[in-house]
């Protein structure tokens, strides 16, 4: 066989055994393979085999790292204009980098990342933190799977850890009140609307005040201003209307955001809140509990579950199943409702004649 063929997708001789020449997908130079054979068809056979694996994506390219995968994770964050891109540029820079980015992502298997989560979870952090990491991660590995061309063909298996990290907070009405008057005045407006709608708190700042319907009493969120990316609308009702009325007529002129300070829209609540949770003796507050004791006050209201979960924007039923916590007074408003109903029953109950209980155990199956 003349070396002619040599550089070409046929076999090569290199003396007397056979070589392959093949391309991986999105590497530009070419991989080389030894047959190990002085016998030709063993080379084509290795070289069909090397095709196939590459067609059934079991061959991915030796240069992509993981670093790279979780570039294309960002990007794909930033594109698609994710409320959550600063959460995750945080997991990649402070947590996935540093563990994984200068490995190639062929190589990174489910023994590799058993021993991050084992590191994690020594270091103390929450199974749900580490979690969010992990979603991040597949996530990666998903685009890289599906680039063109693409930059891994295989990604490791990478399992949940099982969350318990429910939060069962709730804000009772005089907790309420009390912390109401703890907080500044410029963000009193975000536990009000928080406390009647269970509004998160990104959706609250980004409220402005040409999204209030004052005529019929509505406040229409757009699609772009919701995690659901849907648009919803929500009520104003009792002390809310009076609230945001009052806020309207001492609003700076320019600035279109319902909660803002000297002029401006704000992205921080930690360090007003942190000294009002305080002050108000309800140091575990987090302004999603207010989301949880928003949709238990419509439900003991009497609101519709749909309807409850529109305003809310709850978009699953497990979701929203999960903020409806029973409390101990949902035990007890039960109790009280049991109570009459078994009254009732002892009241309307014909009372038995002995002649009818004798009769009565006397009848086949009867306990003496």
Not at 57 to 76: K, P
Not at 306 to 312: D, E, L, N, P, V
Request: hydrophobic share 35%.
């Amino acid at each position: 066989m003349p070396k002619g063929e040599r550089g070409t997708a046929k076999p090569y001789l290199r003396g007397k055994i056979w070589w392959i020449k093949y391309y991986a997908p999105g590497e530009q130079q070419p991989r080389y393979e030894s047959s190990k054979s002085t016998v030709k068809n063993d080379a084509i056979r290795l070289l069909n085999q090397r095709r196939s694996e590459i067609d059934n994506r079991q061959i991915s390219s030796g240069t992509a790292t993981v670093g790279d995968l979780l570039d294309l994770y960002l990007a794909d964050q930033r594109k698609q204009k994710r409320h959550s891109y600063k959460q995750a540029d945080g997991y990649v820079r402070l947590h996935l980098k540093p563990a994984f980015g200068k490995l190639k992502a062929s190589a990174i298997t489910s023994a590799t990342i058993d021993r991050f989560i084992e590191q994690k979870q020594t270091a103390g952090y929450a199974n749900a933190t580490i979690n969010r990491w992990l979603e991040a991660l597949r996530r990666a590995y998903t685009l890289g799977t599906n680039a063109l061309p693409p930059l891994v063909y295989a990604s490791p298996k990478i399992e949940m850890l099982e969350e318990d990290n429910v939060r069962e907070g709730f804000l009772e009405h005089d907790q309420y009140l009390a912390f109401r008057n703890e907080l500044p005045d410029h963000q009193r407006l975000i536990l009000v609307i928080g406390y009647h709608l269970g509004m998160r708190r990104g959706e609250i700042l980004k409220l402005r005040w040409d999204q209030v319907d004052w005529n019929t009493n509505l406040i229409r969120l757009e699609r772009k201003q919701t995690k659901a990316k849907q648009a919803r609308v929500a009520p104003l009702y009792g002390e809310l209307r009076g609230w945001l009325d009052m806020a309207y007529a001492a609003r700076e002129k320019d600035c279109p955001f319902i909660v803002s300070w000297k002029g401006a829209g704000i992205s921080e609540v930690k360090t007003a809140w942190n000294k009002a949770r305080q002050r108000a003796k309800v140091p575990g507050l987090l302004v999603h509990d207010l989301r949880r004791t928003a949709v238990r006050n419509m439900i003991r209201a009497g609101i519709p579950e749909k309807q409850a979960m529109r305003i809310s924007g709850h978009k699953t039923r497990s979701m929203f199943d999960r903020y409806d916590i029973t409390d101990e007074r949902d035990i007890q408003l039960a109790g009280q409702k049991l109570a009459p109903y078994l009254e009732e029953k002892a009241r309307t109950a014909e009372p038995t004649t002995d002649n009818e209980q004798s009769e009565a155990n006397r009848r086949p199956g009867s306990l003496q």
